[in-house]
């Protein structure tokens, strides 16, 4: 019976440990897809007043 219960304590820890690396990857893309999207933004705004300069 004490191993099974260890065993189940080492799980827990194991499924743990992927849980925060999970989180870790998942805050890591948000991040990433956040300054993407701010980049792209102002690129898009550059973009648009130059051709409106130009016209």
């Known amino acids: 019976m004490a191993r099974r219960g260890q065993t189940a304590i080492e799980y827990l820890f194991m499924l743990m440990a ?11 893309i948000s991040s990433s897809m956040q300054s993407l999207n701010t980049a792209v933004s102002n690129y898009v705004d550059t973009v648009r007043k130059q051709l409106l300069e130009n016209v």
Not at 18 to 28: K, S
């Open 18 to 28: 992927v849980l925060f690396l999970v989180l870790i990857a998942f805050r890591t």
